[in-house]
C-alpha cells in the first residue's frame, strides 16, 4: 500500500501519542480509592502498653478542642506571616504569634503544590499522586480515609465556604456551605467577600463543631500581579483582620463550652516569585501554619520560633484535637507542642497511637519493615512507654517518673519522624505494566520513522506500507499469539493489578494488534533496507551533498539534548541548552554566508548572496531544494544576509535577560520583573504600544486587505484591555481609577481572532474545491497565522510582547535573507523552525516548573470558570512560542506551487525531532523512576513532554493537509 509521507507521518504520531497517553497512565497511575477505606471507624484503639499486666487505659482519649475553625488562605507562603510583611500588615496575627496562645510551624507541602493535592493532604494526611495535578481541574470525590468524613461519621456538624473544590471533594459532608469557583484568577475581591459575608452569623449561631473557610483571593492576585505586588499587603491586611474577628468571637463563647476552641490559619500552598505555584521552589512548599488556642498557655517572656513541620501532621492535629481516629493512610506526626499542656500519660498515649498507625502502615507498604530504622525505634518506644505505665501505675508522683516520660516523648517523637519519612519514601507506586506497554510503541514508532528516511526524503514523499504481504501476515498473527500469552499471564497473576489489564479485552486486543502490526512493519522497513540499500545509500549521498557542517550541527544538537535530560540539572535549565543551540545555529548561518558570499582561496565561489542556486554538478539533487523565490535580490541586499545572523543573535541575547526562568537564576531580578512593577507602569506603555505597532507591520504584509484592518483593530484593542484592567496607561488615564476586568475589551479583539481565522479557513477550503486557484491557500494560511498571532498578543503578558514582536522579526530576517537566498532545503529549514520555537517557549519565561504556567491567560474575557475556553487559552498562552514557529513553517513551506514534497519532508523532519527526546525521556524516566527528584523535577517535564508531542501531532495533520492541497492543485 502506498502512501504519501505525510499521512504516513502524521498517522505514526497519532499513535504515538496513544502509546505516551498509555505510559503515563502507567507512570501517573490514578489512586484506586475503595468505599471500605472508612469503614474502620469503630475499630478499637490499640491498648496502651504495660509490660506483665492488663493496661487499665484502652479507650480513645477525649477531644482536646470543643470547636475548630480552619481558616485556609490560598497561596499563604511562611513569609507572608512570618517576615517582613506579616509585621507590617498583619498586626494582629503578629501579636499572637509573638506573645499570644499560639503554636507557629512552617508547614512543608511536598509538589506538586497546586490545591486539590494539598487539600488532600491536609485531610488525609497521605501524599497525593502527581497525576493530580491534572486532576485538579475537575476533583472526584474523596474516598480515602480522612477527617471530614470521620467528623461527619461521628455526628460532627461542618460548615464550608470557600473553594467549591471542598464541595466536590466531600459532596454529602456539609450541613451548609457556598462553594466560589478557584480558577477564575481575575477576581480576588468578591470571591473572598462571598465567604466572609457568612461569617458574623455563623459565629453567632454556634450551631456547628467545625468552621472551614477558603480565601482564594491571595492566590489569584499571586497569578496576576505576583508576589510583591501592593495588592498582597492589602489582601493580607484583609485576612489579619478578619483572623481577629473569628478569634475573639471564639474567646467570648469559651466560657460556656467544655473544652477551648482551635483556631487554624494555613495555607495550602505557597507562592514562587512569579507568582504561580507547582513545583518545589521553597518559595511554593513553605507554608504558614499558626494553631491558636487559649489551651496553649504561655509564660511571659516565652519565645516561640516557628518550627517545621510537614503539611501532613495537620491531618493527625485535627484528628487528636476532634477525638478522632488518626486517618489510616496518614503519614503525618503528632508535634509536640499541640499535647505540651496535657498530662504526661495522656500525651504519651496520643503519641503512641500515631505511632502504632504509622508502624502499620509500614508493614502493609515495606516487606522488609522489620529492618526499618523507625519500627525498630517504634519497638524501643514502646518497651520504654510500657516502663513508664507500670511505674506511674505503682507510683504517680515519683521525680524518677517524670524524667523518664520526657525520655519516652523523645524517643517517640524520633520514631515518628523516622516511619514518617519511610513511609514518605515509599510512596511511589508504579503501575509497570501499563508503562511497558507504552513504551514499546513509542519505540516502535520511533524506528519506524527512522527506516522510513529513505523513502520519505525521495522526490516523490512517498513510501510502501507492507500491509498485504504474507509474510507480514504469518508474522503478525504469531506476534499477536505471543502478546496475548504474555498479557493472560500477567493479568492473571495473583500480584496483578495495572490499568491495562483493567481495559475491555476488545480494547486490550486492539492495542496488541497494533503493536504487532508495529512491529511486523519494523521489521519489514529493517529487510528492505538492509537487502536493498540503494535508496538509503542515495539518500545519504543527496543529504551529504551540500550543508554538511549545518546537518551535522543539528544532527548532534538533536541527539545531545536528548541526552541531556536524563540529567535532573539540565532538566531544571533545559533552556540553557536551547540557548546554547539557538546561538550555535546561528554562528553556524554566518559562517555559512561567508563562505557563500566570498570567493575562497582558488578563486571559486561556492555561492552567492543573490539568491541563485550554487551551482552542483548533480542536477537531479535541485529536487531536495526549495525552489521560494526567483527573484534576484539588488547588491545591498548583500549586506543585510551578511548582517542578518548577527541581529538574530542579538535579538536572543535580549530576550534572554527580560525573563530569568529556571532554577538557579529565577529568583534574580530581570527586565520584566522591572517593567512588570507598578513604578514603571509608563514605560511599559510606551514599549507595549511600540511592539504592537511592529507587531502590525510584520504580520500584515502577506494578509488580506480586510485581515489587516482586522489585525490593526485587533492590536488596539488589545492595548485597550491591558489599559483596562491597570496594567498599561491611557494617554487620558492617570491613575488606576478606571480598572476593570476588561471583559468587553478582550471579547473585542476576540472578534478579530475569530474573523482572521474564519476568513483564512474559507480560503483554504476555496482551495481545495478550486484546485486552479494557486493563490487562495497561502492567502489563506497567513490569515490563520495572523488570527494566532494576534490571539498571543492578547493572551501573553505586557512584559512579553517583545517576545512576540522578536519572533515575528527573526521569522522575517531568517526568511528574506537566510532561507531563500542560501536555499535551504526541507529538513534543515524544519529544524531550524523546531530550534527557535523551542527557545522562544522558553524566552516567554516558560520551564519545566508546572509554577510557570499562566493560568491567568485562561481567562481573558471570561467573566466565570469555563472549563474548555480556559484549558485552551492556557494551553495556547503557554505554547504560544512553538504554535507560531509551527505555524510559520507550514506558511513558508506552502509559498511555492510545487512544494507538497518539501511539506512532506518537513513532516518527516519534525515528526522525527518531537519524537526522539520524548523517546529517549520515557526510557530515562523509566530508569529513574525511584530518583530522588522523579517528582519535582522529571516528572514535571513528563507531563510538558506530552503535551508537546499532542502539539506535534496536530502541526502533522496541518502538513498533511496543506500537502494534500498542493497535490490537487
Known amino acids: 500500500m502506498r502512501l504519501g509521507s505525510g499521512t504516513f507521518v502524521a498517522g505514526c504520531v497519532v499513535i504515538e501519542v496513544l502509546g505516551v497517553a498509555l505510559f503515563l497512565r502507567g507512570f501517573f497511575p490514578a489512586p484506586v480509592r475503595s468505599s471500605s477505606g472508612t469503614e474502620h471507624h469503630a475499630e478499637s484503639p490499640a491498648p496502651e502498653p504495660l509490660a506483665g499486666a492488663t493496661s487499665n487505659w484502652t479507650s480513645r482519649p477525649p477531644p482536646l478542642f470543643s470547636k475548630v475553625v480552619i481558616m485556609l488562605i490560598d497561596g499563604l507562603r511562611d513569609d507572608f506571616v512570618f517576615g517582613s510583611k506579616g509585621v507590617k500588615f498583619m498586626p494582629y496575627t503578629t501579636y499572637l504569634v509573638e506573645k499570644g496562645a499560639s503554636h507557629s510551624f512552617v508547614a512543608e507541602a511536598k509538589p506538586p503544590t497546586v490545591t486539590m493535592p494539598r487539600i488532600k493532604a491536609l485531610m488525609t494526611g497521605s501524599l497525593p499522586g502527581f497525576i493530580d495535578v491534572v486532576r485538579n481541574l475537575n476533583s472526584p470525590a474523596l474516598l480515602e480515609d480522612n477527617v471530614i468524613t470521620q467528623a461527619w461519621a461521628s455526628g460532627r456538624r461542618i460548615i464550608f465556604y470557600g473553594d467549591e473544590m471542598w464541595v466536590k471533594l466531600f459532596p454529602r459532608h456539609f450541613v451548609e456551605y457556598d462553594g466560589t469557583t478557584s480558577f477564575f484568577v481575575s477576581d480576588y475581591t468578591e470571591v473572598d467577600d462571598n465567604v466572609t459575608r457568612h461569617l458574623d452569623t455563623v459565629l453567632k449561631r454556634g450551631d456547628w463543631d467545625v468552621l472551614i473557610l477558603h480565601y482564594l483571593g491571595l492566590d489569584h492576585i499571586g497569578h496576576v500581579s505576583g508576589p510583591h505586588s501592593p495588592l498582597i499587603g492589602r489582601k493580607l491586611g484583609e485576612m489579619d483582620s478578619i483572623l481577629m474577628r473569628i478569634h475573639t468571637s471564639l474567646l467570648s463563647q469559651e466560657k460556656e463550652m467544655p473544652s477551648p476552641s482551635l483556631l487554624v490559619l494555613c495555607g495550602d500552598h505557597g507562592m514562587a516569585e512569579r507568582g504561580g505555584h507547582g513545583a518545589s521552589s521553597v518559595e511554593e512548599v513553605n507554608t504558614a501554619l499558626l494553631l491558636i488556642s487559649s489551651a496553649f498557655e504561655r509564660k511571659p ?20 484535637g476532634l477525638g478522632l481516629r488518626i486517618p489510616k493512610h496518614s503519614v503525618g506526626c503528632l508535634p509536640l507542642p499541640v499535647v505540651a499542656g496535657r498530662a504526661m500519660r495522656e500525651q504519651l498515649r496520643l503519641l503512641h497511637l500515631n505511632a502504632v498507625q504509622l508502624s502499620r502502615l509500614l508493614r502493609e507498604n515495606v516487606p522488609s519493615y522489620q529492618r526499618e530504622p523507625g519500627f525498630e525505634q517504634f519497638q524501643m518506644s514502646e518497651r520504654l512507654h510500657a516502663s513508664w505505665v507500670r511505674l506511674y501505675l505503682e507510683d504517680s508522683r515519683s521525680e524518677v517518673l517524670l524524667s523518664l516520660g520526657h525520655k519516652v516523648r523523645r524517643q517517640y517523637s524520633d520514631a515518628l519522624r523516622t516511619l514518617s519519612l519511610s513511609l514518605s519514601t515509599q510512596g511511589a507506586h508504579y503501575d509497570v505494566y501499563s508503562m511497558v506497554v507504552g513504551a514499546v510503541v513509542v519505540l516502535e514508532v520511533l524506528a519506524l520513522l527512522l527506516l522510513s528516511i529513505p523513502q520519505a526524503l525521495g522526490a516523490a514523499a512517498e513510501l510502501d506500507a507492507p500491509l498485504s504481504s504474507p509474510v507480514f501476515c504469518l508474522l503478525f498473527y504469531l506476534t499477536l499469539l505471543l502478546l496475548w500469552a504474555v498479557h493472560v499471564i500477567v493479568c492473571t497473576s495473583a500480584e496483578s493489578s495495572c490499568y491495562f489489564c483493567s481495559l475491555a479485552w476488545p480494547a486490550a486486543a486492539a492495542v496488541l494488534a497494533l503493536i504487532s502490526a508495529l512491529f511486523c512493519a519494523v521489521v519489514s522497513a529493517l529487510t528492505r533496507t538492509l537487502v536493498g540499500g540503494e535508496p538509503l545509500r542515495r539518500s545519504l549521498a543527496h543529504a551529504g551533498s551540500r550543508r554538511s557542517e549545518l546537518g551535522l550541527l543539528i544532527l548532534l544538537g538533536t541527539l545531545g539534548h536528548a541526552a541531556s535530560l536524563g540529567s535532573s540539572s539540565f532538566v531544571e535549565e ?325 512544494s507538497g514534497s518539501a511539506l512532506g519532508h518537513a513532516c518527516l523532519c519534525y515528526a522525527l525531532l518531537c519524537s526522539l527526546p520524548a523517546a529517549a525521556y520515557i526510557l530515562l524516566v523509566t530508569a529513574l523512576r525511584y530518583h530522588l527528584f522523579i517528582w519535582s523535577v522529571f516528572s514535571p517535564k513528563l507531563l510538558y513532554e506530552g503535551v508537546h508531542l499532542l502539539l506535534t501531532a496536530a502541526v502533522c495533520l496541518s502538513f498533511t493537509a496543506s500537502g494534500q492541497s498542493h497535490t490537487k492543485s
Open 574 to 898: 533545559e533552556h540553557q541548552t536551547w540557548y546554547f543551540l539557538v546561538n550555535t545555529l546561528c554562528l553556524a548561518l554566518g559562517h555559512d554566508i561567508c563562505r557563500h558570499c566570498f570567493p575562497g582561496d582558488d578563486g571559486s565561489r561556492p555561492g552567492g548572496c543573490t539568491g541563485a542556486a550554487p551551482t552542483r554538478p548533480d542536477e537531479s539533487a535541485r529536487r531536495y531544494v526549495l525552489d521560494l523565490d526567483r527573484d534576484t535580490p539588488h547588491g545591498h541586499e548583500k549586506w543585510m544576509v551578511l548582517a542578518s545572523p548577527w541581529l538574530v543573535l542579538s535579538c536572543c541575547r535580549l530576550l534572554r535577560s527580560l525573563n530569568h526562568t529556571g532554577v538557579q537564576w529565577a529568583h534574580r531580578p530581570d527586565l520584566g520583573h522591572w517593567l512588570a512593577s507598578s513604578d514603571h507602569k509608563a514605560e511599559l506603555s510606551v514599549l507595549a504600544a511600540l511592539c504592537l505597532l511592529a507587531i502590525f507591520v510584520l504580520a500584515h504584509q502577506r494578509c488580506s486587505p480586510v485581515s489587516r484592518v482586522a489585525m490593526a483593530l485587533g492590536l488596539l484593542g488589545v492595548y485597550c484591555y491591558r489599559a483596562a484592567t491597570g496594567h498599561l496607561l491611557l494617554p487620558w488615564q492617570q491613575d488606576s481609577k478606571g480598572v476593570s476586568k476588561g471583559i468587553v475589551e478582550a471579547r473585542f479583539v476576540y472578534v478579530f481572532v475569530l474573523g482572521l481565522l474564519f476568513t483564512g479557513s474559507k480560503d483554504l477550503l476555496k482551495s481545495r474545491v478550486i484546485p486552479a486557484d494557486h493563490t487562495r491557500q497561502p492567502a489563506g494560511l497567513w490569515d490563520l497565522h495572523g488570527g494566532l498571532v494576534l490571539l498571543a498578543a492578547l493572551l501573553l503578558r505586557p512584559h512579553n510582547l517583545p517576545v512576540l514582536l522578536c519572533s515575528l522579526l527573526v521569522q522575517a530576517v531568517m526568511t528574506r535573507f537566510v532561507w531563500r537566498p542560501l536555499r535551504h532545503n526541507a529538513a534543515e529549514v524544519t529544524a531550524m523552525h523546531y530550534w527557535f520555537g523551542q527557545a522562544f517557549f522558553y524566552f516567554q519565561g516558560n520551564s519545566n516548573n508546572i509554577a510557570t504556567v499562566d493560568i491567568s491567560a485562561g481567562f481573558v474575557g471570561l467573566n466565570t470558570y469555563v472549563e474548555v475556553p480556559a484549558m485552551f487559552l492556557t494551553a495556547f498562552a503557554t505554547y504560544a512560542g512553538p504554535v507560531l514557529w509551527a505555524s510559520h513553517l507550514v506558511n513558508f513551506l506552502s509559498s511555492d506551487a510545487h
Open 301 to 320: 517572656g516565652d519565645v516561640r520560633q516557628p518550627q517545621r513541620v510537614q503539611q501532613t501532621d495537620v491531618a493527625v492535629t485535627l484528628a487528636v
